[in-house]
C-alpha cells in the first residue's frame, strides 16, 4: 500500500510558476516509478511527466517540454513538478501516481499506475 499527497497547487498569473510535491509514504519509495498528470474541466485526465525508479531517467509530453521538470528525492519520499512559464491551458487538477513495474524506464500510460494521489488544483489567469 502506498499513499499520495499532492501539494503545493494554487493560483498563478500566466507566465508564473508553481513547484507541485508529492508526498509517499512507506519505506519502499524508490521501488515506484512516478508520475504527475492532469484533468482540465470536461476533459479527460492526460499524462504530464513521469521519472524512473532511480530518478535517473524522465519523460513529459511536448505540450509541457522546456517548462516543467519532474524530480524526485528518495530519501523524502517526495516526487515534484516545478511548473514554469505557466499558461491558462495548464490550469487542471494535477495528480501524482505511483507504478510498480519492473521496467527502469519512466511510465507515461496511465493503465500502469496503481497507486493515485487525490489531487491538488493549479488555476493561471490571464
Known amino acids: 500500500q502506498v499513499q499520495l499527497v499532492e501539494s503545493g497547487g494554487g493560483l498563478v498569473q500566466a507566465g508564473g510558476s508553481l513547484t507541485l510535491s508529492c508526498a509517499a509514504s512507506?519505506?519502499?519509495?524508490?521501488?515506484?516509478?512516478m508520475g504527475w498528470f492532469r484533468q482540465a474541466p470536461g476533459k479527460e485526465r492526460e499524462f504530464v511527466a513521469a521519472?524512473?525508479?532511480?530518478?535517473?531517467?524522465?519523460y513529459n509530453i511536448d505540450s509541457v517540454k522546456g517548462r516543467f521538470t519532474i524530480s524526485r528525492d528518495n530519501a523524502k519520499n517526495t516526487v515534484y513538478l516545478q511548473m514554469n512559464s505557466l499558461k491558462p491551458e495548464d490550469t487542471a487538477v494535477y495528480y501524482c501516481?505511483?507504478?510498480?513495474?519492473?521496467?527502469?524506464?519512466?511510465?507515461?500510460?496511465?493503465?500502469?499506475?496503481?497507486?493515485w494521489g487525490q489531487g491538488t488544483q493549479v488555476t493561471v489567469s490571464s
Open positions: 501516481a505511483a507504478t510498480g513495474t519492473l521496467r527502469a524506464t519512466p511510465v507515461s500510460r496511465e493503465r500502469e499506475y496503481d497507486y
Open positions: 521519472i524512473s525508479k532511480s530518478g535517473l531517467r524522465t
Open positions: 512507506g519505506r519502499t519509495f524508490a521501488n515506484y516509478g
